[in-house]
């Protein structure tokens, strides 16, 4: 199990930018592929981005690519969450998870995912 702690969120208007933090409580930090979550009123929680054990593969949701840019450091063992271009559809509460897996490719589904931050709510007025 990871401790995940997320920090940053916040009231930000249309247009505007905001970024998250997820600080990690784990003995080796590189075994986990981390994920940013969201989940907006009397929605699912959906899959944001995704970054691999050694950074260098991300992948994005379709509605957040282009505007949203996932990021990690190991020496820190934190994973950020840099969003541009917000809209209110970006308004959610967003959560940082760990899936204990190497793989490049990582998941996007929220059952694929063993650990779980207590989520910080973003929210953007239009």
């Known amino acids: 199990q990871v401790q995940l702690v997320e920090s940053g969120g916040g009231l930000v208007q249309a247009g505007g930018s905001l970024s998250l933090s997820c600080a990690a409580s784990?003995?080796?930090?590189?075994?986990?592929?981390m994920g940013w979550f969201r989940q907006a009123p009397g929605k699912e929680r959906e899959f944001v981005a995704g970054?691999?054990?050694?950074?260098?593969?991300?992948r994005y949701a379709d509605s957040v690519k282009g505007r949203f840019t996932i990021s990690r450091d190991s020496a820190k063992k934190t994973v950020d969450l840099q969003m541009t271009s917000l809209e209110p559809e970006d308004t959610a509460v967003y959560y940082c998870?760990?899936?204990?897996?190497?793989?490049?490719?990582?998941?996007?589904?929220?059952?694929?995912?063993?650990?779980w931050g207590q989520g910080t709510q973003v929210t953007v007025s239009s």
């Open positions: 970054v691999s054990w050694n950074g260098k593969s991300t």
């Open positions: 998870a760990a899936d204990f897996n190497r793989s490049l490719m990582g998941a996007v589904r929220v059952g694929e995912y063993d650990s």
């Open positions: 784990v003995r080796f930090f590189s075994n986990y592929y």
